[in-house]
Nanobody, 123 residues
Framework: QVQLVESGGGLVQAGGSLRLSCVASGYSFSMWMMGWFRQAPGNEREFVAS????????SYADSVKGRFTISRDNIQNTVYLQMNNLKPEDTAIYYCARYARGVGQSSRSYVYWGQGTQVTVSS
């Protein structure tokens, strides 16, 4: 069965960096677009970044452009999210997900989800 396992979250001061990883199994990883989403308490789950199967095309939410970088390793079946210059408003649970169909920035377009990893940014 499909499994997505995130890691790399933690507590960091504002201005710091974290690198999230998501290891996928149970399907042909290299064939599917992957996305990162986040959800803060009381908020809806929101799009952060996505990456096409080859890794050549990426998309970012405006709030993270220039600070976050999504990448993937199709040999290691892993997608990464490098987060730099973190801000307190980046505090959330971060989820990786596998795209199915539809709009690439909508959570409804993704069919498989990891359990999430907590990122907390202190001011």
């Amino acid at each position: 069965q499909v499994q997505l396992v995130e890691s790399g979250g933690g507590l960091v001061q504002a201005g710091g960096s974290l690198r999230l990883s998501c290891v996928a199994s149970g399907y042909s990883f290299s064939m599917w677009m992957m996305g990162w989403f986040r959800q803060a308490p009381g908020n809806e789950r929101e799009f952060v970044a996505s990456i096409r199967p080859s890794g050549g095309i990426t998309s970012y939410a405006d709030s993270v452009k220039g600070r976050f970088t999504i990448s993937r390793d199709n040999i290691q079946n892993t997608v990464y999210l490098q987060m730099n210059n973190l801000k307190p408003e980046d505090t959330a649970i971060y989820y990786c997900a596998r795209y199915a169909r539809g709009v690439g920035q909508s959570s409804r377009s993704y069919v498989y989800w990891g359990q999430g990893t907590q990122v907390t940014v202190s001011s």
